[in-house]
């Protein structure tokens, strides 16, 4: 499926742009997530007040799509709201409407934010694109993908550098990682991966950077 950018980069928004949502209402607009991330999102939230994750949510709005009927799909943020919903499954995030969707069916919204490329539809052993209808209807159903934990880690050791003019660009990252040989592994344990995916990493970057997928 072809990608577009989205909004993944706000501007600034006055405080009274925000809406303040449950985060069980929100709904993800990808099937997979890498689970080695949302669990230290969740330790560096467990840590925290909820006064202080209140504070902290309120500088990092969620850009969300909202349909006639009131649904929200949320277009950015699913790891570090998976961490939250970890911590505090009542929490609320805050939230910056991007698109008005015309119209309550869900299919019909589905099929409009597949149209602007805002949704990511292979699943945790990249099989898709499969039909938007598959997405889950909230942040619990998303899948692991152990591959998009390894390219968190990556990035984590600065191996990977974000892009926001390329959307999805860790699960490119994730998806060519996939092909190669390495040792198996999993979210609970990066470590077996590590050394080979770092020389793999290092070497593509040396011919030309990111992948095309």
């Not at 309550?104 to 919204?109: D, E, I, L, T, Y």
């Not at 990556?154 to 998806?175: D, N, S, Y």
Request: charge should be positive; hydrophobic fraction near 40%.
């Amino acid at each position: 499926m072809a990608q577009t950018p989205g909004p993944l980069e706000l501007p600034p928004l006055a405080r009274q742009d925000l809406l303040e949502l449950p985060i069980g209402r929100l709904q993800p607009t990808q099937l997979c997530l890498g689970l080695a991330e949302v669990r230290s999102r969740a330790r560096d939230f467990a840590r925290e007040s909820a006064a202080e994750r209140r504070r902290y949510l309120r500088t990092r709005p969620v850009p969300v799509a909202v349909s006639s009927a009131g649904e929200h799909w949320m277009i950015d943020r699913h790891h570090r709201l998976r961490a939250l919903m970890e911590v505090d499954s009542s929490a609320t995030a805050f939230c910056a409407v991007v698109l008005e969707l015309v119209g309550a069916s869900r299919a019909h919204c589905l099929e409009e934010l597949n149209r602007r490329g805002w949704l990511y539809l292979r699943d945790g052993e990249d099989r898709g694109p499969l039909p938007p209808e598959r997405l889950p209807i909230d942040l619990g159903g998303l899948e692991d993908d152990p591959f998009r934990s390894l390219v968190w880690k990556l990035r984590q050791e600065g191996l990977i550098r974000a892009q926001p003019q390329v959307p999805f660009l860790e699960f490119h990252w994730g998806r060519w990682l996939r092909r190669q040989e390495l040792p198996a592994f999993d979210s609970m344990d990066l470590r077996p991966a590590l050394p080979a995916a770092r020389r793999l990493l290092q070497g593509q970057l040396g011919h030309g950077g990111p992948p095309s997928i």
